[in-house]
């Protein structure tokens, strides 16, 4: 979720933004996970995921927050 707020316009942000777009329309495939399912999760985990994209929006490329960024989180 926090690649749908990354801030800037540069390439590479775009890429990021594309790559999180086509994961959440895989996972909200009937086939997968569901669009209802994908709901109920957001609805049950809404806190946690308001404050990742607060830490996105808000820290620096500098931040803590790409320390705990790796290559398996969907994006």
């Known amino acids: 979720l926090p ?5 800037g316009q540069n390439s590479e942000v775009a ?3 594309e790559k999180a777009h086509r994961v959440y ?4 495939d ?3 996970l569901g669009k ?5 999760l957001i ?4 806190a946690d995921i308001v ?5 996105t929006l808000y820290e620096g ?7 705990f960024i790796g290559e398996l989180d969907p994006g």
Request: hydrophobic content about 35%; proline content about 3%; charged content about 30%.
């Open 43 to 46: 609805c049950n985990n809404l």
């Open 61 to 67: 490329d500098g931040g803590d927050l790409k320390r």
């Open 36 to 40: 209802q399912h994908i709901d109920d």
């Open 3 to 7: 690649y749908f707020a990354l801030p």
């Open 25 to 28: 329309d895989l996972l909200k």
């Open 15 to 17: 890429q990021q933004r």
């Open 30 to 32: 009937s086939s997968c």
């Open 51 to 55: 404050v990742e994209l607060l830490m």
